[in-house]
């Protein structure tokens, strides 16, 4: 195990059918960190987290999550090693409740009192969830849906969380909430991988930040760094 290394993405390509999409990635993100990875659409953004998560089999490169090579292994395998994926697409199962949905979330947790405690922590910080916790998942708001997607991630305790556009499709306000939650999730110590459009304000709250443009990183840095980078305020920041 490298020390305090959680994700090491090294030089890969991946893709679908015909198309390849991803060329030369290599990303990484260490313990305790909130990294970012932005561009514009269809850059290859939500394919690269597919591909960390197992969804995808990439055609070159390594993909190593805590030291162990999971590049090509299935999805639940990687899930189980604690690395969790909240997609863009949500996949909630709308005749079930918040809290059903939450359970299913923690399919693969044995401990009754772990399971409780994330619970716990999911309705704190999402205390809509809370409210509505016995209402069918199919009839939440969009703003809704997308918490009950990052409180079902989180139910069966990632040490690492992939998610995909969380802001993508809500207001302002739930917006701010989001942000929030995920600034709260890592003050819990939970490292994150967050693509998002919301260039500005995803600048302002992570450490470090990728750009990936046309499959391939074109920039990294920090927060500071990339917010007064001349590129990333032409293309992403209208300034
Ligand atoms: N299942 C698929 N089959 C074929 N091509 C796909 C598939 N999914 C995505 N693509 C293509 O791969 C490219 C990258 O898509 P991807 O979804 O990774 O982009 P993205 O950066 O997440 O974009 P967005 O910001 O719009 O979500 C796009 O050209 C897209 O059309
Ligand atoms: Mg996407």
Same mark, same amino acid.
């Given at each position: 195990?490298?020390?305090?290394? $959680?994700?090491?993405?090294?030089?890969?390509?991946?893709?679908?059918?015909?198309?390849? *999409?991803?060329?030369?990635?290599?990303?990484?993100?260490?313990?305790?960190?909130?990294?970012? %990875?932005?561009?514009?659409?269809?850059?290859?953004?939500?394919?690269?987290?597919?591909?960390? +998560?197992?969804?995808?089999?990439?055609?070159?490169?390594?993909? &190593?999550?805590?030291?162990?090579?999971?590049?090509?292994?299935?999805?639940?395998?990687?899930?189980?090693?604690?690395?969790? !994926?909240? &997609?863009?697409?949500?996949? @909630?199962?709308?005749?079930?409740?918040?809290?059903?949905?939450?359970?299913?979330?923690?399919? &693969?947790?044995?401990?009754? +009192?772990?399971?409780?405690?994330?619970?716990?922590?999911?309705?704190?910080?999402?205390?809509?969830?809370?409210?509505?916790?016995?209402?069918?998942?199919?009839?939440?708001?969009?703003?809704?849906?997308?918490?009950?997607?990052?409180?079902?991630?989180?139910?069966?305790?990632? &040490?690492?969380?992939? $998610?995909?556009?969380?802001?993508?499709? %809500?207001?302002?306000?739930?917006? $701010?909430?989001?942000?929030?939650?995920?600034?709260? %999730?890592?003050?819990?110590?939970?490292?994150?991988?967050?693509?998002?459009?919301?260039?500005?304000?995803?600048?302002? @709250?992570?450490?470090?930040? !990728?750009?990936?443009?046309?499959?391939?990183?074109?920039?990294?840095?920090?927060?500071?760094?990339?917010?007064?980078?001349?590129? *990333?305020? +032409?293309?992403?920041?209208?300034?």
């Amino acid at each position: 195990m490298t020390n305090g290394r $959680v994700l090491d993405v090294a030089h890969v390509e991946a893709g679908y059918d015909l198309l390849q *999409v991803l060329w030369d990635v290599s990303l990484h993100v260490d313990e305790g960190e909130f990294v970012a %990875l932005l561009g514009p659409n269809g850059a290859g953004k939500t394919t690269t987290l597919r591909t960390i +998560a197992g969804f995808l089999q990439p055609l070159d490169g390594d993909i &190593s999550f805590r030291g162990t090579p999971i590049g090509g292994r299935p999805a639940h395998t990687v899930s189980r090693m604690g690395l969790g !994926y909240v &997609s863009e697409s949500l996949n @909630l199962f709308p005749a079930m409740t918040v809290r059903e949905n939450l359970q299913v979330g923690a399919n &693969s947790v044995r401990n009754k +009192a772990q399971v409780a405690s994330t619970m716990e922590l999911v309705f704190q910080l999402f205390p809509r969830l809370l409210e509505r916790r016995d209402q069918l998942a199919g009839t939440l708001s969009g703003g809704e849906r997308k918490m009950l997607a990052i409180g079902r991630g989180l139910m069966a305790s990632p &040490s690492l969380l992939l $998610v995909d556009e969380p802001s993508l499709g %809500l207001a302002p306000m739930a917006t $701010v909430a989001t942000f929030d939650a995920l600034k709260a %999730l890592r003050e819990r110590g939970v490292t994150i991988l967050l693509v998002e459009q919301n260039v500005n304000t995803t600048l302002h @709250l992570v450490d470090r930040a !990728y750009v990936l443009e046309q499959g391939r990183i074109v920039l990294e840095g920090t927060g500071e760094d990339l917010l007064s980078n001349p590129h *990333v305020q +032409a293309a992403y920041l209208g300034i």
